[in-house]
T-cell receptor
Framework: DTGVSQNPRHKITKRGQNVTFRCDPI?????LYWYRQTLGQGPEFLTY????????KSRLLSDRFSAERPKGSFSTLEIQRTEQGDSAMYLC?????????????FGQGTRLTVV | EDKVVQSPLSLVVHEGDTVTLNCSYE??????LLWYKQEKKAPTFLFML????IEKKSGRLSSILDKKELFSILNITATQTGDSAVYLC??????????FGEGTQLTVNP
């Protein structure tokens, strides 16, 4: 296992289009997180899953955003009707939670540019 | 609302200097404080701190947490150009979500 994997690495889309990103976590990790990072800022929490259950969503996550983790393994983040303000780096992280907790390991991110 | 503040926001030093990066926080349901290094890609984990006063060290890097005064520092001694990066401080709260500070952009010049 080479760590958290995100695809695509870069995405350029026209305003109003829908986009979907994929995250494959470290295989034994049961928690998966999505963060958004804009230039010069730290990552901001969007949502997280424990196995297939989405346990928390940030107020930042408008109704145009939806995330799924259908089988408790990979996750997708979809943005509908993209806006220029959605341009950012979308980071996925995973961790092990339970008897032995680990820190969050981050993927390389998907950089979204909305033109 | 949970808040993490880092200072300074940017720092330029010469190789060999020692630097201290600061992180203060105001959160509910504190679980741990983490430091990450980010070099134009994924943040990479440096330290996790849960107890006050216990220094964690890794090579030239060290960090300590003060839960009474609600802050942490990250020290880097004998800096090298490869230390140039953004250093992120994050606080883990219940539910294990991370609240990040803005980061400190460190530039080490030869």
């Amino acid at each position: 296992d080479t760590g958290v994997s995100q695809n695509p690495r870069h995405k350029i889309t026209k305003r109003g289009q829908n986009v979907t990103f994929r995250c494959d976590p470290i295989s034994e990790h049961n928690r998966l997180y999505w963060y958004r990072q804009t230039l010069g800022q730290g990552p901001e929490f969007l949502t997280y899953f424990q196995n297939e259950a989405q346990l928390e969503k940030s107020r930042l996550l408008s109704d145009r955003f939806s995330a799924e983790r259908p089988k408790g393994s990979f996750s997708t983040l979809e943005i509908q009707r993209t806006e220029q303000g959605d341009s950012a780096m979308y980071l996925c992280a995973s961790s092990l939670w339970g008897n032995m907790n680990t820190e969050a390991f981050f993927g390389q991110g998907t950089r979204l540019t909305v033109v | 609302e949970d808040k993490v503040v880092q200072s300074p926001l940017s720092l330029v030093v010469h190789e060999g200097d020692t630097v201290t990066l600061n992180c203060s926080y105001e959160v509910t349901n504190f679980r741990s404080l983490l430091w990450y290094k980010q070099e134009k890609k994924a943040p990479t984990f440096l330290f996790m701190l849960t107890s006050s006063g216990i220094e964690k060290k890794s090579g030239r890097l060290s960090s300590i947490l003060d839960k009474k005064e609600l802050f942490s520092i990250l020290n880097i001694t004998a800096t090298q150009t490869g230390d140039s990066a953004v250093y992120l401080c994050a606080v883990e709260t219940s539910g294990s979500r991370l609240t990040f500070g803005e980061g400190t952009q460190l530039t080490v010049n030869p």
